[in-house]
């Protein structure tokens, strides 16, 4: 998860700068905190929405470094992994803090944390190297303060696929993904699992029986927005492609 150009520092220097930064009373300076953790440690359980999960984890992060909670005009934050529906799975958090600065620099200092379920404790080797191609999916950029607040149209185009099977091949990831992160469903995924049986029993094969069995009474669980028209949380930061088999 690296900027690209991005120089890859240690946890050990970030730390350092860290360090000097509180020492100096200088928390606003750019820095890219990294939480390495596993779903079933995240707070809340698998009935909590991934939302509450989700918030809660990224208001801890934000008050362990600044001593409050998660600030969207102040940080950016992404995410890799958060399969709620199952426990045991790594899965990683990552809060951007620019700074004051309307340039941040592209290389900023990486924190790079474990989380146990009660305490984050200070990783000192070198963010492994998966870990570092992964983070050039996630630039260090600033958000423009009229982005971050005007209203987006709720309608979107919808998805052009190049075929029948690219559709079913995305819908099918898209269903799993969903499943196993315990978001919202939306109508087009119900419809999906109406219309695709065999693609259904693909992800069903693939996800835990109590994630599956929201399919049964789903009621409770729709997005009214189509997933093209509308978009989760997560859509834009997991970018993971699960393999089909």
Known sequence: MDAPNVVDPTSTEAAAAANNNNNNNTKDSPVRVLVQTQTHLVPGDRSAGFGERYDAMVNLI???VW????????ERDWNYHCHFAVDKVECWFLIDHHGPDPSP?????VIWYRWTGTEFVTMCDRVP???RRELRHYPFQRVA????VQEHPKRRAPRVYKSRAEEISVKRRMLRNTLLSNLCLTESLLRFVQDCPDAAEWVKARVPPEAWARLEDPSEFVLPLEPEEGHSRTESSDRVEHPES
Request: glycine fraction near 4%; aromatic fraction near 8%.
């Open 67 to 74: 001593q409050r909670d998660f600030d969207k005009f102040r």
């Open 62 to 64: 934000c008050q362990h």
């Open 105 to 109: 620099p592209p290389d900023p200092p």
């Open 145 to 148: 303060h009229h982005l971050l």
């Open 129 to 131: 190297g998966s870990v």
